[in-house]
């Protein structure tokens, strides 16, 4: 599982799409690492989130060592890792692990409606903004902002990125999906 977990982590990180995750139960071991690996989280409130595997003698897996300090710094990390402690959804959303609460009923309609929601945005800037963010920890200031200016001007080229300036200029809602039809 490992292995598998490991590779769907990359998978999901390195896809130039957002990946949104819905928690409609227990996210425990590799489960929980793989929901983090995703770009946006959705919670039902009965669900809730645990590392277990230093519980039972193993380390962290599936990109959990590299994932929880970035999320949420080096002390809640280390205090996820070595106390694996049940996460409740409620803390899990004030801790700024997953993106919203909703009910178990409406779980998947609710994950639906936020992936209906990015689709109507420009994909291609979400995914450069999702490879600028999750390099960002590699880079210097200065490196940044280069690769941020030409993330900007490569989006600019695009048939999105002229829908977006044009609605700007005419002080409109840009419309992507007819600027890619």
């Known amino acids: 599982l490992s292995l598998v977990g490991s590779e769907m982590c990359i998978r999901d990180s390195t896809m130039p799409k957002p990946v949104i995750a819905a928690i409609n139960g227990p996210a ?6 793989l929901a983090l690996a995703c770009d946006l989280r959705i ?3 009965s669900a809730y989130l645990k590392q277990s595997n230093t519980s039972y003698g193993l380390s962290i897996p599936a990109g959990g060592t590299f994932l929880l300090p970035r999320l ?93 300036v044009a609605a700007f200029l005419e002080k409109r809602q840009p419309n992507f999906m007819a600027a890619l039809r």
């Open 28 to 33: 425990a071991g590799a489960g929980l690492f």
């Open 43 to 45: 919670m039902s409130d």
């Open 72 to 164: 949420l710094g080096l002390g809640l990390a280390l205090e996820i890792a070595m106390l694996d402690e049940p996460i409740s959804a409620q803390r899990a959303l004030a801790l700024g692990l997953v993106t919203k609460l909703t009910s178990d009923e409406t779980l998947m309609e609710d994950a639906q409606g936020l992936a209906t929601q990015l689709a109507h945005r420009a994909g291609d800037a979400l995914g450069r903004t999702k490879q600028l963010i999750n390099g960002a920890f590699d880079q210097t200031l200065e490196e940044q902002l280069c690769l941020e200016r030409q993330a900007v001007a490569a989006s600019a080229n695009t048939a999105e990125g002229r829908e977006g």
